[in-house]
């Protein structure tokens, strides 16, 4: 593997993530980044945690040129979604269409089907359509001084397996990384997709003028005991890798619904 | 089929749209769902277009009883995205777990890759998630007094059709129906997704201070010339029914990334 990359042949790197550009875990995301190419960064100015594959289609964006610390990196903050920083990257602000397309370190899981839900993955989701080979990290610790060293090492040989094999267009990586423990990772493992839910709870509570109000919180129940998916490696301390595809025919049921009868 | 369904055994069902709960296709739905079931809306109470399947974790959720027209069905608006609809329907606002979850009818096509960006969709994948038999439904017209009428009937046999057979648990349905003509629809065509893109452009101005902000635009590219795709039977006016997965593991992606060789 090309673990030495000559300045001259260093890919070009596109980093997002939905945390945040000032987020820990982007920061070391681009930290390591470094050490394999030229760093473009564009990420949200704000928390979009939870936007799912959200775009802004009925407001302005904005992007910035911004320095958050001392490296080399390129770093451009944007207004909008973690899909619209990918978008605005690969048609306004990047040089050329990048090699590779990282997202995270997310603070918190985005395995099984957080997924869905996740504004990281949906960054590297949208990579993948824009025909970059695309990752999405995440670490199940969500607090914001958590230890991403130890996670570290893998990402890099991740990072350089994937612009080494390139992945099919429209199909992008969802890695997902246990917390950080005195047990050391066990390594990487091929996953697919727990079926796993949230069990929604709603916090009612009334505001100061006496009207009631939500707080959306829930349970994630894991209802899939298969020793292939991705709850299962990072159960087992091992890092989970989940291809993630943005086809979502699902296939298996085409047969069945041609013989319904609609009328 | 179940065409005469009598009034003790009348199916909840639970409406919800992207567009906004004044919009006349989530209307015309309200409409034709009240010809088979006992109906509740609960809906965006502002356009939640493009907002994919994003969920409110930073801020709060409002629902208020609303009346709209002089229909039997119970409605509520909602202040989140539509899957915080979906989610606050069936645990905070619906007497029991509903039968059915239909959404839209959307202005605007979410065929192909749009079904990703769809906060159409993403409602009925939520509602797939809970468990709840769950159909999207988009007219490809973005007029708001576009001709929802030639589908009623199409829509109301698909429904019955879901009622009757019920879908496996995290599978939905994105039902598409070309622009209202002289020249009437075909009929139903269970389909694939087609793998098709946006070309975004972004549309760059000045604002009145002189700082760069911008619009994103695009243009929809369909290069895959399958005839079992939704593309292709929407261009041949049938209306295309797509199974929709939420589990989006490239499954046929596992074998050959357990070649790769991580070190």
């Known amino acids: 593997m090309a673990e030495n990359i000559s300045k001259s042949e260093r890919p070009l ?29 564009v990420a949200p100015d704000s928390p979009q945690s939870g936007m ?4 802004t289609l009925n407001n302005t964006l904005r992007t910035d040129k911004v320095t958050i610390d001392q490296g080399p990196q390129t770093e451009f903050s944007c207004s909008g979604t973690p899909v619209d920083c990918v978008k605005l990257a690969v048609n306004v602000v ?36 824009e025909g970059i080979p695309s990752i999405g990290f995440s670490l199940l610790d969500y607090a914001w001084d958590a230890n991403f060293n130890d996670a570290a090492p893998f990402i890099k040989q991740i990072a350089l397996s ?55 919180t829930g349970t994630f129940v894991n209802y899939d ?9 990072l159960a087992n301390n091992y890092i989970s890798v989940v291809p993630v595809d943005s086809d979502v025919t699902a296939h298996a049921m085409l047969q069945t619904l041609n013989t319904w009868n609609f009328e």
């Open 13 to 41: 790197i596109l980093v997002c993530n939905d945390d945040g550009i000032t987020a820990p875990g982007i920061r070391k995301l681009i930290s390591v980044m470094n050490e394999i190419g030229e760093v473009y960064v």
């Open 225 to 233: 005991h298969g020793q292939d998916t991705d709850e299962w490696a």
């Open 52 to 55: 799912g594959h959200a775009i």
């Open 162 to 216: 994937v612009l080494e094999n390139k992945l099919p267009h429209g199909i992008c990586l969802n890695v997902n990384i246990p917390k950080a423990s005195e047990e050391p990772y066990k390594g990487i493992k091929i996953c697919r997709q727990a079926r796993a839910n949230w069990e929604e709870e709603f916090d009612a509570r009334k505001d100061p003028r006496g009207r009631q109000y939500y707080w959306l």
């Open 94 to 129: 990047l040089p050329r269409k990048p090699d590779l397309c990282v997202s995270g370190i997310n603070h918190g899981s985005n395995s099984s089907i957080n997924v869905i839900y996740s504004g990281t993955m949906s960054a590297a989701v949208e990579g993948s359509l």
